[in-house]
């Protein structure tokens, strides 16, 4: 989950596919194979599109190599503490040695991963709170607005910050906010170097970045709301606000639930390149109100590197209780909502 | 869409010229008198949005014009470079800093074209398939890349695999990485499905082979969704680093494998620069701005496509209610 685009900010732009629906509907099919002639139906349509079923071999060599190879890896977890690469390499390692659950246990009584889980969930409630009402009121807002080409021209500017890289972001805040060369620092002074600024700077920076962003898929559910609700609604004599409040809000609700639910699935991952680099402009110096869970697992993993069967152990641990997220998610919204997650 | 929220004008009106100017309230004899609370609404709606766009776009100015200043009066820039100088510039692009930006650029470049390309290339020709409504095991075919998208295995085992395969400190590793795109693949079956039967079936008629059929056919009526999904490859290529963090290390060898945004953050910690040369030393900041701005020169030459994309989103919006 650290690379690449979320679906939720491309399902900004698009049109999401009803994955959850295919989920439902692939359970329900593996239940055919029961039936009577299936086999032989299934035969015939291979041959149908025999000509056709080399397309599918790219996509599913690379997912087989580079996404359930490594599933294998999760043996690593259940390897004893005398794992180690420097006394062979990781085929050797695997068959030698004890096997134990004990790095699992060993994550509950881990100080660093109670301190990452908790601000991980700081962060995440903080930006629940303000940066995803902050793309509503913004769409709502923009399509207040009379002039619909200057409601655009301010969409678009909004937007800017999205397609910058992190690194930008962080880079353009960090010279505003510094004391010696920034404008804004000089009244400040440098606050990224403050503990207690990190996280409401850490929910400011994607508030800056995504929030122009994020209203795109409000701003469109509100463009299709039909005109002549408000056309009747005037004539009835409400005033804007009452227009806004009773009208364009509940119109949009199955857009606010669906981004709602898909935001609270992705609530033990913060971005770790985002908190990463903001944790690397103070010197290094990492301190426990900084650590979340997806820089902690980066820096035992890949930086540090002395406890590879504990680093594995957490990344699975990780990757179980973001499936679990999603699992729960898509199940409200295909209830609800008749319609998947992603 | 393009017309007022509030037309109130009887059928006698004749219709409005449609001005090209900007005009934030407009004159129109016939409507309805806005109540007070809709005047303040507009006053609050004006105010708040100019806010928005102040927070956005002033500190990409400060920084940018940051780019352009001489490091000794870096404090007097407010949103224009007081002192203006292309010399930050010249040490990121033909100076002595130009080796390692241009290098992290070709990186970058190597990165963007590769995982574009391929990505969306394998993503399609799976999704063409899939896209079959009677394709047999479709959907044990389908959870078989859906669940890579639910569930991963983590950091360690990626990085032990790269490590055995000896990508490790190579832009191979940030490649092969990024080449799987279950989304893409989602969107371009969806967008696939949506095509006539018909059109294929004349095409065979005319004994079109299914190569032929895909690339010559398919292809070329997809082109708005194989666009927009190129588009946000290009960009999360570009502006990603957090798998660049995870196999290229700061050595001499990972040094060479850089991406350009991977560069850029480690610039932000200023350990690339000189420490003995004393103009570096009162321009970093500028050569820093500088070497972002340079860095996102592709993306605002792209920018033009984003306008076009937003615009037939929010007319696809538009058209769905």
Known sequence: MITGETPAAEAAGGTAPPVGETITQAASSFRRYEEPGYWKSQWKRVKKYRRILFFLLPAAAFTLIFSYLPMLGILFAFKGPEFNLTKGDVLYNLTHGSWTFSNFGAIFVDDSFWKAVGNTLIINVIRLFICFPLSIIIAVQLSELKNQTLSKVILIILTIPNFLSWAIVIGIWAGLLNPDTGFLGQVTGYIMAQDAWFKPLAVFFSAWKGAGWGCILFYSAIAAIDKTYY???????????????????????????????????????????????????????????????????????????????????????????????????????????????? | ?????????????????????????????????????????????????????????????????????????????????????????????????????????????????????????????????????????????????????????????????????????????????????????????????????????????????????????????????????????????????????????????????????????LMLQSDTLNKNDPWLMANSKNVEAAAMVASIIPILLMYPYVVKYIKSGLQLGSVKG
């Open chain 1, 231 to 342: 056309e009747s609604a005037t004539l009835e004599g409400a005033n804007r606000l009452q227009k806004m409040w009773y009208l364009t809000i509940p119109s949009i609700m199955p857009t606010i639930a669906l981004m709602l639910v898909l935001n609270i699935s992705g609530m033990m991952a913060t971005g770790f390149e985002q908190i990463y680099t903001m944790m690397q402009m103070n010197a290094g110096v990492l301190t426990e109100s900084q650590i979340v869970l997806d820089t902690y697992i980066y820096q035992i993993s890949v930086v540090d590197r002395t406890n590879i069967p504990f680093a594995t152990a957490l990344g699975v641990f990780n990757g179980a209780i973001a499936l679990a997220l999603m699992l729960i998610g898509n199940a409200i919204t295909t209830k609800t909502m008749k319609r998947g997650l992603w």
């Open chain 2, 1 to 265: 869409m393009e017309e007022n929220m509030i037309p109130e004008q009887s059928p006698a009106v004749p219709p409005r010229k449609e001005g090209r100017k900007l005009r934030l309230f407009q004159k129109n004899p016939n409507k309805i008198r806005e109540s007070k609370v809709d005047i303040f609404l507009n006053i609050v709606n004006i105010v708040f949005l100019f806010l928005g766009v102040v927070i956005i776009v002033f500190p990409l100015l400060n920084y940018f014009s940051l780019a352009f200043n001489n490091g000794n009066s870096n404090l007097k820039v407010v949103f224009y470079p007081v002192d203006p100088s292309l010399k930050s510039f010249e040490y990121v692009l033909a100076g002595d800093g130009a080796l390692d930006f241009w290098r992290a650029f070709g990186n970058s470049v190597l990165l963007t074209v590769v995982v574009t390309i391929g990505s969306n290339l394998v993503e399609a020709m799976a999704a063409y398939p899939l896209s079959k409504r009677d394709f047999p095991f479709k959907s044990g075919i389908l959870m078989y890349f859906i669940i890579t998208m639910l569930f991963s295995a983590g950091i360690v085992p990626i990085y032990l695999l790269m490590s055995m395969f000896g990508l490790l400190d190579s832009i191979w590793s940030v490649i092969l990485i990024s080449i799987s795109n279950v989304t893409h693949l989602l969107y371009f079956k969806t967008f696939f499905e949506g095509i006539p039967s018909d059109i294929e079936e004349a095409a065979k008629l005319d004994g079109a082979t299914d190569l032929q059929l895909f690339f010559r056919i398919i292809v070329p009526m997809s082109l708005p969704i194989i666009g927009s999904c190129c588009f946000f490859t290009i960009v999360g290529c570009w502006n990603g680093y957090g798998s660049a963090l995870m196999f290229i290390s700061q050595s001499a060898k990972g040094k060479a494998a850089q991406p350009l945004a991977y560069y850029l953050y």
